[in-house]
């Protein structure tokens, strides 16, 4: 019942943006904090960046200052504005309620000139 659907992935130039969606169902949305994971090849699932229920923030070193989550609880929706983009953010990324297992299919951004 659980559902995490994410988008906006793509193929983006080095120095360029990409904003990720996460539509999420089947649970109270508002009352869970929600992350953003990714994962390349070969690589293990890190931390991104991670909003709680009542809006507070905290990121991943390698993307602070580059990246923002935000949350519309009105639309079950979590955000992933990912700005001033390098070769090194290439990666499916996910998200993730932070106290569950839970996990989208994932949405590719590939950053490459």
């Known amino acids: 019942q659980v559902q995490l659907v994410e988008s906006g992935g793509g193929l983006v130039q080095p120095g360029g943006s990409l904003r990720l969606s996460c539509a999420a169902s089947?649970?109270?949305?508002?009352?869970?904090?929600m992350a953003w994971y990714r994962q390349a090849p070969g690589n293990q699932r890190e931390f991104v960046a991670r909003?709680?229920?009542?809006?507070?923030?905290n990121y991943a070193d390698s993307v602070k200052g580059r990246f923002a989550i935000s949350r519309d609880n009105a639309k079950n929706t979590v955000y992933l504005q990912m700005n001033s983009l390098k070769p090194e953010d290439t990666a499916v990324y996910y998200c993730?309620?932070?106290?569950?297992?839970?996990w989208g299919q994932g949405t590719q951004v590939t950053v490459s000139s």
């Open positions: 909003v709680s229920s009542d809006g507070n923030t």
């Open positions: 089947g649970f109270i949305f508002s009352s869970n904090g």
């Open positions: 993730k309620r932070t106290l569950y297992a839970s």
